[in-house]
């Protein structure tokens, strides 16, 4: 169909040439003395036609002969540039391999190049930003083959440089320089100099900061440092941005909110950073477990304390089979400690006979029914019960206190001997808990 409209338009364009001087009838006379040369307006008319178009591709071939010293300088500069490109892209490589000195040295030749196309001709501000671009990457291979080959001179002077060729304001230029100070927290970090990897952090913009790998770095430097609290946030925004999975990003809030509680130095400051947590962090059972027992420790209110375990004694009583024997070891413990300093309360005796109805195997529930028993002045219901459970508890510690509470309760029956020996149980679990 192409072709047929292609000889219609050449047909056509013949009809009208051919009407169009056919019938010109005139000529031209030109005169040149002695002589008269008449010649058809249609000659005329043609010549003028090959004249422009003789005239014209011989201005264009000048022309082209003129810029073929320019185009040859041009093309040697493209040949310079894909060279450099090149060299590159192999120091990409060999970096990303291991082979650091292979890639210092392509991303050297990449520097050199450059300098030379600097030095040739001047350039539009596309080629300088490209050609800055190239060297800024290259300045930055260098750096982290010589970061990893402890070249500490090569790396710092290769960063400075590129830090200097980032002053131009362009967004491509400031995410390498971005790029390169990220690095440079890592290096600091990796040779653990802190506070010097803080400093290149804290020197990106918010934004940057804020990126996956800028806030695994924060992480790093924050635990190492001792500084758990600001680890937990950081670990929360990690959490936020997907770079955990859910069991690693709960283990590390649950270890890290630990720590922050083991740095408090009284009960106020523990009660200030409880505060803090977020609610799924409140929730968990080793948490929980550890703020109690660590409030208690710094002599805080044993009433909080009490009311913080309420909730993970329920969990345990409904899943006993997801709790560890540390854990309820520590639950008992502590809910034990709590109860000698609080007065008497009917409450958390009833709550207990509830669960042990509900689970009459447990023994760790019988000891701390006979414990409230105890406290509550049922003397005989507690001997009983501790009697049942002191040979069966799988915690010394725990043992070791039923034995003590066996024998006091002896003493108070005046029955020495009796007392004697159950002392003399309580230190033989002590002995082995030392052991």
Known sequence: ??????????????AAVALLFGSHQGSVTVFVSPYRVDLSINLVLLGLVLGFVVIYFAIQALKGLFAMPARARLWRLEQKEKAAQLALLDAIIQMLS????????????????VQKMAAQKSESSQEKLLRTQLQMLAQLIIAESAYALNDSQTQERSLNQLLDD?????????????????????WSLSRRKLTEATQWL??????????????????????????????????????????FVSTTAESLSRSLAIMAMDDCRDASQLLATWKIFESAEKEMNDVVLHAASRLLQLEG?????????????????????SWSSIQVEKLVLTIEKASVQLSPELE??????????????????????????????????????LELCVNNLSSKDLKRQAWVQLAQLAEQRNDTGQALVLWRNAAHTEASIKK
């Open 1 to 14: 169909m192409r072709v047929a409209l292609w000889f219609l338009s050449l047909f056509g364009v013949s």
């Open 98 to 113: 291991g082979r650091f000195l292979r890639a210092k040295k392509s991303a050297q030749k990449v520097c050199d190049l």
């Open 166 to 186: 980032s002053q131009t304001k362009s967004s491509t230029l400031q995410d390498i320089e971005y790029a390169a100070r990220l690095c440079a927290a890592r």
């Open 202 to 243: 804290d020197s990106l913009p918010m934004g940057v900061q804020r990126r996956t790998l800028a806030l695994r770095l924060r992480l790093k430097i924050d635990r190492l440092s001792g500084r758990h609290l600001p680890a937990l946030e950081t670990t929360r925004l990690l959490a936020k941005h997907g770079a």
């Open 301 to 321: 209110d044993p009433k909080i304390a009490i009311n913080w375990v309420q909730s993970v004694f329920q969990s345990w009583i409904v899943q006993p089979q």
């Open 348 to 385: 958390w005796l009833h709550r207990v006979e509830k669960a042990s109805l509900v689970n009459p195997r447990n023994i760790e529930l019988q000891y701390l029914s006979g414990l409230l028993c105890l406290k509550h002045g049922l003397w005989g219901k507690a001997q009983q019960l």
